[in-house]
């Protein structure tokens, strides 16, 4: 608390977050409500807080959402200017009305029916495509895989187990002119926040890495990696690297083979 | 609409589309969707994680801008500052099944924003600009603090649900909000 205020400077932004338990946010609040100052550093700091929203995946609403939208501010223009017209133009309602009244209802049931289907249809769209962008992904790599299985020139490395890990076992399959290699391991589950990592050493210069993994996906022989063609590798490993992975292996070694 | 109309809509500023939204202008609450729908779309998505929860709060924001754009006071702050707080707090209150108060998140919650959101230029630049100063961050800071505002989670749920000390989630949730304060001074 500072000078009356219970809220210091660098704590606008926590408020704007909305970390504070609730009786100190209420107490805080129920300050800002009547202190114009705080009240100014609090929309400086939502603005500031409010960026982070940039930080999510970028996407674009449904294309029918804006039409949508502009139906829905149709109807609601049209629904306050007509009681008006009535009122002034027809001083009786006239005996159509009581067909008008019906259709009207009907027709409102049926438009909010067709907003219902065309928007769980506009959902079954985006559903479809998601499923086919993940067939097409998954297509492409199980062509990439067999390119590498069937090549003549790819050549296959056993990976031994080390002193830090005495079950493990694995293999490489290695095309140099394709600069790609798929792999197998059978590995425990690593440490919490931990990953394996796959590296390919040239005879000449650092290790490459060929990706971090988990036991699970490595061990049903999906991963596929690309490394620079042509290079000349001595051998691969996989080592314990933190969660993210590292530039350069850091952890211990738990496979090695050589090529 | 002919080609000059829309490049001249695009060129208003929010207040000006306001006003003309205010005078019950479709094509100006069209103009202002088009503006800022991706981004509060993309906000609503990231933390409903569901696109058709995403855009019920998308067409709330929009309807309700049209029904009470004379309430918004240049004066209290941005309108685009405005759209990304309430799409927070009521993409939040869905998620975690709370009510939100949204007649008077209107006139209540006042936002500036930092930079001008109004081209698409300004919002792509700005989007390089967070993520690099977000990825600039040790993952422990970035995970809670996005845990906080994606998530609307408190300090002690942060601890909780990361299995953390709660003095250490307060250090890196401050560390990570200072970050980003003098990223963007």
Redesign the interface.
């Known amino acids: 608390m500072t000078n009356g205020h219970p809220i210091r400077a660098e704590e606008f932004e926590l408020f704007a977050l909305g970390v504070f338990p609730g009786e100190e946010r209420a107490l805080i609040q129920a300050h800002i409500d009547s202190c114009p100052e705080c009240a100014r550093k609090l929309a400086e700091a939502r603005g500031r807080i409010a960026l982070l929203s940039l930080a999510a995946p970028q996407q674009s609403p449904p294309t029918l959402a804006k039409q949508r939208l502009l139906e829905k501010v149709r109807a609601e223009k049209s629904s306050t200017i007509a009681p008006v017209q009535v009122r002034e133009t027809r001083p009786s309602a006239p005996w159509w009305n009581t067909i008008w009244a019906p259709a009207a209802v009907v027709l409102a049931i049926a438009t909010i029916f067709l907003w219902i289907s065309d928007r769980h249809l506009d959902q079954q769209l985006q559903q479809i495509q998601q499923a086919t962008q993940i067939y097409q992904e998954q297509t492409q790599h199980a062509q990439a895989l067999v390119n590498v299985l069937v090549a003549q020139d790819t050549v296959t490395v056993k990976l031994d187990a080390t002193p830090a890990m005495p079950k493990a076992r694995g293999s490489v399959k290695y095309n140099p002119r394709m600069g790609m290699m798929c792999y197998t391991a059978d590995l425990p589950e690593p440490p919490p926040n931990m990953v394996y990592q796959m590296w390919a050493v040239p005879m000449t210069g650092n290790p490459v890495s060929a990706g971090i993994f988990m036991p699970a996906a490595a061990h049903n022989g999906q991963m596929l990696a690309k490394v620079p063609t042509g290079m000349d590798c001595k051998w691969f490993c996989v080592t314990v690297e933190p969660k993210g992975g590292k530039s350069a292996p850091t952890g211990p070694k738990v496979l090695v083979g050589t090529l | 609409m002919s080609r000059a109309q829309r490049a001249e809509q695009q060129n208003d500023s929010d207040w000006s589309l306001l006003e003309r939204i205010v005078q019950?202008d479709?094509s100006a609450?069209?103009a202002l969707?088009?503006r800022y729908?991706?981004?509060v779309?993309?906000?609503a998505?990231?933390?409903l994680r569901d696109?058709?929860a995403?855009?019920e709060v998308?067409?709330d924001l929009?309807?309700q801008i049209?029904?009470t754009a004379e309430k918004f006071d240049p004066a209290?702050?941005?309108l685009p500052?405005w759209l990304?707080?309430a799409?927070?707090n009521r993409s939040i209150s869905r998620l975690r099944r709370r009510s939100s108060r949204d007649d008077e998140e209107l006139t209540e919650?006042?936002?500036?924003?930092?930079?001008n959101l109004e081209t698409a230029a300004a919002?792509n630049q700005?989007?390089g600009r967070?993520?690099t100063i977000?990825s600039g961050m040790p993952?422990g800071q970035r995970e809670a603090?996005?845990l906080?505002?994606?998530e609307?989670?408190?300090?002690?749920e942060?601890a909780e649900h990361l299995a953390t000390p709660l003095g250490t989630v307060k250090t890196r949730?401050?560390s990570a909000?200072?970050i980003?304060?003098q990223a963007?001074a």
């Open positions: 019950k479709e609450l069209a969707y088009d729908s991706g981004l779309f993309a906000e998505t990231r933390i696109s058709g995403a855009e998308l067409q929009f309807y049209w029904r209290r702050g941005s500052g990304l707080v799409a927070r919650n006042s936002v500036v924003l930092p930079c919002q700005l989007l967070v993520k977000l993952d603090i996005e906080a505002y994606f609307g989670m408190t300090h002690s942060i949730i401050r909000v200072e980003l304060k963007l």
